[in-house]
Each structure stands twice: as C-alpha cells, then as structure tokens.
C-alpha cells in the first residue's frame, strides 16, 4: 500500500507536469509544420500517404535550391471521389489535387474549377504513375484464389471500398467487370458476375485505407481487392501474415495530378503548384514512386523496378469503356449500372 | 512499507481484490464497448481505456474501491465534441479523440496541481443530478436506433431528437430481429438483476446476458454472414485480440481550439463523477480522500490513456459499486480489473465480432434507465424549490441545448439564483433600553427623534451595492423628516465590503456630511476598518465618526456611538422624548447621556 507523505503529492505533481509536458513535445513534434514561404494543400486520394510523405520533402528541398523558397505541402487523403466532392464543396481549399480516376478531376472540371484541357498541361496526359487492381488473401491462400472467377466460386468475405465514394472501390467494379469483358464474357455474364461480387462483401468502406486497416488489422474478411500499392504495403507490413495474388488481367488504373484554378489564384500559388507537380515527373521522383509501390510512367525507372511489378495484362478503361468520364456515366452516375448490383453497405 | 501494513493487506486482501477484479471485469467488458458505441467509435477503443486508464488511474488514485474507464456521460460528451469531423472521416475522428483524450487528462492535472480538486464541491448536487437525468434520456434517445436495427441518420450538429426523428422516418423497416434482441436484453438483464438479488450471486449480470443473447442470434444464423455475405443484425466493429500499443496521435492544430471548450467541459464533469463517486463509497468505508490526489490520477489516466488510442474516462458508477459490493480490499482491485480485462480481450477479441449493436443497445438503455434515480429525485424536488429549479434547468439544458453545456448552465443558474440572495440586505431601526441595551425598536418605544438609530445587516460585493445605496438614502430621509441630524449606523453585521460598497458608503458619508446630516459608524469590523484606511477615508471624515467593533459581540461600540451622537447633539436636542428623560441642565444631564 502507498505510505501517504506530504512529498508523494509533490511527487506525484512533479511527475503529472512532466507527463503534460512529454504529451504536448511528442504531440507538437509530430505534427510540427515549420514556417513557410508558400503553403500547398494536396487533397489526394486514400492510400497515396506515404508516398507524397516521401515526395514532400524532397521537392521542398528541390524548390528551395532552386528559387530560395520555403514551401509546405499540407496532406490530405480519403476516398478519392469524396475528395473531389470536398474540393467542389470548397471544404478543402486545394491547391493541387492528386486522385485516383481522371474522371474525379472531370467532376472539377464541370464545375469550372480547372480548365478544359487540364490533362494537357502536363506530361503524360498528367499521370505521373499507374496502378492497378490485385488481391490480398491470408497466409498459404486458403481459398486457393488466383483470378477474378475465384472471388465467387467459394463462399467468402470479400473487403473493398464503396465505388460510390472511393476510387479503389470504382476501379474494383471496372476491374472485375473487364475482366469478364476482355475475356470474351457477355455484358449479362459481367452483370451476373458483380452481383456475385457485392453479395460478398459484408460493408464498403469509404476508401481504400479503411478497407485495408478492416482486412490486415481488424482481420476482417478473406480477400482485399486493393489498389496495388496498398497491397505492396499491407503484406510488407504483415510480418507473413498476407500474401498478394496477381489476378491474370486487370485494370490499368491511372492516377492524374493537376492545380486547382480557382484556388491557386486566390492562394496566389500556381507557380509553386505547377512546380510540386512537374517534379513528380521527374527522375528523382519517379524512382521514389517505383519505390512506394506505384507503376512509374517512365519507362526505364520502371524497367529497374521489373521485379516489384510483374508483367500481368492491364486493359486499359477504354477496353470496357469509351473512356474514364464515359465510364464514370455509365457504372457510377445516378441510376448507373452499379446500382443494379450492389446496395450501399456502411459500416 | 513497514510490516504492519503488509500484513494488513496481504494474501487475504489480494485474493479480495483479484475476486472482486474477475467480477468488475466481467461487467466491464460490455460496458466498456457499449460506451465507445456511444461516443461513436470503435468499440476497441471502449477496451483500451478500460485497460490503460482504468489501471493508471487506480494505481494513482486516492479511493480505494473507485474504478474508473468508459463511461457513458463522457461518453455522451465525446461524441457531441467529434460532430465538428466528418461523419465519413472515421480515421480522422479517432484522431481527434485521443487529442481529446489527452487534452481532458491536461485539463485535470492542472486542477489537480492548482488544487482546484476543492472548486468542485460548489456545484450543487442536484446539478449534477439533473445532468445525470438529462445524459441517462439522451443515452436512451441515442441508442432506439441501434435497439430497432436501423441505420442512426444525421450527424453530431444535429439536435439529438432530430437525428432520432430522421432515423425513425428513413424508408427502412424496423428489424423485427434486432428489437427481438435489444427487448431480449433488456428482459433478460431486467431478471438477471432480481436472481442476483435474491441468491446473492456474482454480479456478472450483463456478461452474462450479453451471452445469453448474442449466443442464440448466432445459432440462429442472425449474427453470420451466410449467402448474402451481409449479416441479418448489424454487429459491432470486431475487437483485434491485441493489446493496445503506443501512438502519437495525429493531429491538425484547428481540432484544438476546436474541442477546447469540450475538454473543458468532460475534464470537470469527469472530476465531478469521479469524486462524486469516491465520496459515496468513502462515506460507507471511512476512508479518508485526498481529493485533489483522485483528480491527478484521473488526469495521469487520461493522458497516458491518450497515448494508447484511449477514450476519455471518468469512474464508473456500477462498476465502482460491484467492485465495493464484490469485497475490493485496495485500490489493486482496480488494476487487477485492468489486467483482467487485458486478458479477457486477448481471448475473448475474435468473438465481439459477433456481437449484435442491438444487444449492447438495450443493455445501455437499461443502464441509462437505471441512472434516473426516482427516489433522489423525489427528495430533491421535496427539499427546496432553489433545488428543483436547478434539477429542471440542468436536465432541460442537457436535453435542450447540449450535454457539455449542461453543467456550466446549472452552474450558471445557480449564481443566478444565489446572487440575489446573498444581495440581501436587512436593515432595521434600533433602539436603546432604559437599560442600556440596544435591540430593535419595537412599535410600543417611545418616538426619539434626536438619534436614529440604524442596523444594516449583509453582504457588501457588488451584488447588493445597489440595495445598499437605496437602503442608506431611506434612512438618511427618514432622519430628515424626523428632523433629526444625527444618525448611527450599526455596521458590525456587514461582511466582505468590496469596491464598489465602499465607494456606495463613501459617497453616502461625503453627501450626508454636505447635507449637515452628521453619521456615525458603529461597531466597524476589521475588514471594512481596512478598507476605509486604505481609501483614506480619514482625510475627509472626523476620527469620532467611527467605532471600531470590540472582542466582544456586545454593543459596546454602539452604545460609545449613541453617547457620541448625543454629545454632539448637546443643546440642540428638541426632542419631545428626550426632553422628559434628560434633565435640562446640570450635572445630572451628562450622567443621564451616559446611562443611554
């Protein structure tokens, strides 16, 4: 038992304000910003985190050497149609956005945020790298999937976001769809084959992070149908745990990038986010892409990283659609063809 | 530790408090998830403060039977706090809530180093009352969606009974399976308590209702994800069977400001459940609290318990009880129920995911109808209405304007109504005996119109300055029509003069002495004496205007003042009265004067 003296309350006092003090240190440490010059706010999509976390700091140093500028790059992610919907709500005053699916930066574009034409104001039709579809299953597979038909011939628990509000969740339904598709399966076959999807997912989560602290943490559900990259990151982390699984065909998802009109004018910003996203394209940067996880668009940074993404056969949308913004029309609008297969399923 | 105290405890004491653990745990598991549905979060999150902060917080804490985590007032509190987040930005309101968690536990260690632990005690107890009635209604409000199967629309802006009028409008039926299980529930733990009762069995009534529940909805299929992979009840969000880890929680600095005037708000009203709590058991126990000791462990608890993706906690009412109830020796008890805990998620984890929202649901509105205590009510209601008004307002600003601003609206209230109150000020007219007494005047004294006599009876802070000044000037009136010029004021019953009295009585002494109206203070305590020499009433007012109040409590003073007023008086006395008493000359006259 405690022996009650005056110098336990002093003690004890002394001890409380130093713990007051290490909380307030380890908080503020963690989420310092320092001072800067110029701030940019990048509204990106679910699971980019680590990799702009890695970019950051790297153009900041870029964009010092060259104009002797400060710039701090604020972060912020969530499903990727949802983060349009924000930006179009001026909820999140972006500077640049970083998304998932070019028809996300379409829905800013209607509204007159960005200009017609926006994927022409930077190389490569503004995508700077390309991911795709896989799968994650539990340890030695269990469920012995392999391909897009394995998903729904056992009974299983399928865990991918919601396609209304994340861009994982749209590229899932496009990927699954195509690969019915572009294998010679009949639109009614595709049709059958997403509802066998949906029907075996237990809930949508709102974007791909969610849904993959659901399966790898929470250990929820037998098959994470994710974006590459995340699935890069949940095995790595897994200690064994998981494995990935290439399905034989999937989507070739292309992530854009572009500034925000409206804001950087107001913000006064443009040059320095027409700089943050030109260095994306750069060398330095796309070996940190290839590193993180996603397909670098230039061929030789790729070429060096062969053995982290193998050759599987990506479809581009325009095998299953007459492009991105059609796409968009066609599964997700209202009244779309993914209504008639899945119902919202929050958790 | 000497020897005595350790064989004072011992393995007898131990053995107390782990059975008394086991039992504590038991209830607290269910408990601890139910809270964090409340709060609208995970309920992992209910489990790791039930762990983290219930261990630290006992470890430190002054009470020996208090156990503290998850609670529902909190609770309630916490997610009113969060409604500024996305609804949809999940990752980022847990976030948010362990910056919660940690600035409440920061909140509690500064009243605790400050020793502000005391400050609590003038809120009135049927403020808290109140709030308890209005978080027991609001939690029962809160939870009829979750009880009937349907989704809970609207967000934290949104007034409560809105958000349950959305959700009961929304176009989807009610789940005749969930309200199966949430009635279950509610029956069964109903009849548990009574077998309890009456056999006087363990008091693991909920654990085991939650079982009694959750197990058949299992078996009937309605808990598994079968063919449709969507489950025919909603289920809690499955516990991972680890222990909670170490993190920084990861912030925007908005969120502060933003949740400052909550942390506020739950780390008083934490404080206030906790001791509240403490003091009903030490009361049975005899222990001896150190108040502001039970204040920094509830803060250490909740700051560290930030640390570990806690919730922010407070102690628990029921739990505290059954461990009391249970036999709990220490407060060891308290972190043996923590580790029982930690052991039972380790186990126990892979099955919450089976757990219906419905079950927890009634079990919280059977908890929540067992915070209204109808008999406490009833007597508080009884005793004054001063009381009911405060019950009332609180209760109502829960329900009405939100239950973290409940407490600071009673708080409010009651200065409202206490203010007018100690404003009040007595003054009456007094006389002297033959004898040489002073008392009231009654209606049979003869009429003196000579020397009046005044008694001001109150407290002097800017609340009563106003009655103060009307009061001075009536009397001052009354002397003129009287056609007197001689006034005493008996000051001895006048306490704590401020500012702004002393410069009422200032300006009242300055005119009256313009007026030819000549004043005397008698029987002046030290605090008001200090007060007229540090404004240097002195420079302006004569020495023999005023009487200082003797040792005594007699009327020495004002007697001294009287003889001083008729000395002054001297021949100009024509008063009718006076005249038959006082000789006109010689030197029985002086004599006379001094027997008043």
């Not at chain 1, 405690?2 to 003090?21: C, E």
């Not at chain 1, 992610?77 to 179009?88: D, E, F, K, L």
């Not at chain 2, 009265?577 to 010689?586: D, F, K, N, W």
Request: glycine share 8%; aromatic share 8%.
């Amino acid at each position: 038992m405690a022996i009650k003296v005056k110098s336990t309350t002093g003690a004890l006092n002394l001890l409380a304000v130093v713990l007051v003090g290490l909380a307030v240190l380890s908080i503020g440490a963690k989420n310092y910003q320092r001072n800067a010059d110029v701030k940019l706010l990048n509204v990106s999509y679910d699971p980019t985190r680590e990799l702009y976390q890695k970019l950051n700091p790297r153009f900041g140093a870029a964009y010092a050497k060259e104009t002797g500028r400060k710039v701090l790059v604020t972060q912020s992610h969530a499903g990727s149609s949802r983060q349009a919907r924000t930006v179009i709500d001026d909820e999140q005053p972006a500077d640049v956005v970083t998304l998932g699916l070019p028809s996300d930066i379409g829905a800013l574009q209607k509204r007159g945020l960005v200009p017609d034409g926006w994927a022409a104001r930077l190389p490569n039709r503004s995508q700077p790298y390309y991911s795709t579809i896989v799968f994650v299953v539990r340890h030695g597979n269990p469920f012995g999937i392999h391909d897009w038909p394995d998903l729904v011939r056992s009974n299983l628990e399928i865990i991918t976001p919601d396609p209304k509000t994340s861009g994982n969740g749209k590229l899932s339904a496009l990927a699954a769809w195509g690969a019915v598709v572009t294998r010679g399966g009949s639109e009614a076959e595709a049709r059958a084959y997403l509802k066998a999807f949906y029907d075996r997912a237990p809930f949508l989560e709102n974007g791909a992070r969610a849904t993959s602290i659901a399966f790898a943490v929470e250990k929820q559900g037998d098959v994470n149908v994710i974006w590459e990259n995340e699935a890069l990151r949940e095995v790595a982390e897994s200690k064994g745990e998981l494995e990935l699984v290439y399905p034989k065909v999937s989507i070739l998802a292309e992530p854009v990038v572009t500034w925000v009109d409206t804001n950087v004018a107001k913000h006064g910003t443009e040059e320095a986010a027409r700089a943050y996203l030109s260095f994306l394209f750069t060398d330095e940067a796309q070996e940190l892409i290839a590193e993180t996880g996603y397909r670098p668009f230039k061929a030789e940074v790729l070429k060096k990283h062969r053995e982290s993404f193998p050759d599987i056969q990506l479809f581009p949308v325009t095998a299953i659609a007459r492009d991105w913004e059609d796409a968009q029309q066609r599964f997700f609008a209202e009244n779309g063809l993914i209504e008639t297969v899945y119902r919202p399923k929050p958790r | 530790m000497s020897t005595a105290q350790r064989a004072g405890y011992g393995w007898s004491g131990l053995r107390s408090d782990l059975q008394a653990a086991i039992t504590v745990a038991a209830i607290s598991l269910p408990q601890s998830m139910a809270y964090a549905l409340i709060a609208g979060v995970d309920p992992r999150f209910g489990l790791y403060t039930a762990i983290v902060f219930t261990a630290i917080a006992g470890l430190l804490g002054s009470s020996s039977h208090l156990i503290n985590g998850p609670t529902g007032a909190v609770s309630l509190v916490t997610f009113s706090a969060l409604a500024f987040i996305d609804p949809e930005a999940r990752l980022s309101a847990f976030e948010a809530m362990f910056l919660l968690t940690a600035m409440v536990g920061v909140v509690q260690i500064a009243i605790a180093v400050f020793k502000l632990g005391d400050l609590t005690r003038y809120i009135s107890e049927s403020v808290v009352t109140g709030f308890m009635v209005g978080a027991a209604i609001l939690t029962m409000v809160g939870q009829v969606g979750n009880a009937l199967g349907l989704k809970n629309l609207g967000s934290g802006h949104q007034h409560v009974f809105y958000r349950l009028w959305l959700t009961l409008t929304q176009p989807a039926h009610v789940n005749l399976k969930a309200v199966a299980i949430s009635g279950g529930a509610l029956v069964l733990a109903v009849l548990a308590r009574r077998l309890v009762r009456r056999y006087r069995l363990p008091q693991i009534d909920m654990f085991t209702v939650l079982l009694l529940v959750a197990v058949p909805a299992f078996l009937l299929g309605w808990s598994r994800a079968t063919g449709t992979a969507k489950t025919a009840v909603s289920l809690i969000e499955p516990v991972p069977a680890s222990l909670p880890g170490f993190h920084i929680p990861s912030i925007r600095w908005g969120w502060i400001s933003q949740m400052s005037s909550s942390a506020l708000a739950i780390g008083f009203l934490g404080l206030l459940e906790a001791l509240a709590i403490a003091k009903a058991i030490a009361y049975k126990t005899r222990q001896k609290l150190d108040f502001n000791r039970q204040c920094l462990a509830e803060g250490v608890g909740n700051l560290v318990g930030a640390f570990f993706r806690g919730m922010p906690g407070s102690g628990s009412l029921s739990r505290s009880a059954i461990n009391y109830q249970a036999g709990a020796a220490s407060k060891l008890s308290g972190v043996f129920t923590a580790v029982v805990v930690a052991v039972m998620v380790l186990l126990l984890a892979p099955f919450t995911r089976y757990i219906p929202k419905a079950a927890l649901a009634g079990l919280l509105i059977l908890a929540a109808a067992r915070l209204i205590d109808i008999e406490r009510l009833r007597y508080i209601v009884r005793a004054s209405k001063y009381d009911t008004v405060l019950l009332v307002g609180t209760g109502l600003a829960a329900l009405v304007v939100g239950v973290e601003f409940a407490i600071l609206v009673g708080v409010a209230i009651s200065i409202a109504l206490y203010v007018p109150r100690a404003a009040r000020m007595r003054i009456s007219k007094l006389a002297v005996t033959e004898e040489g007494f002073v008392r009231e005047r009654l209606p049979s004294d003869p009429a003196c119109t000579a020397v009046a006599i005044f008694d001001l009876e109150g407290e002097l802070f800017f609340g009563s300055a106003a009655t103060l000044e009307t009061e001075l000037e009536k009397a001052a009136h009354q002397v003129h029509t009287d056609g007197g010029r001689h006034l005493v004021l008996r000051v001895k019953r006048l306490r704590n003069p401020d500012a702004v009295c002393l410069e009422k009585l200032e300006v009242f002494l300055r005119d009256a002495g313009k007026a030819g109206l000549v004043v005397i203070l008698a029987g002046v305590r030290p605090d008001l004496l200090a007060g007229i020499q540090r404004l240097r009433f002195a420079e302006w007012l004569p020495a023999d205007r005023i009487f200082v109040q003797e040792e005594d409590e007699a009327d020495s003073a004002t007697l001294k003042a009287v003889r001083r007023a008729y000395q002054l008086l001297g021949d100009d006395n024509r008063c009718a009265h006076c005249a038959t008493h006082i000789p006109v000359s010689g030197p029985q006259r002086n004599a006379a004067v001094y027997v008043v």
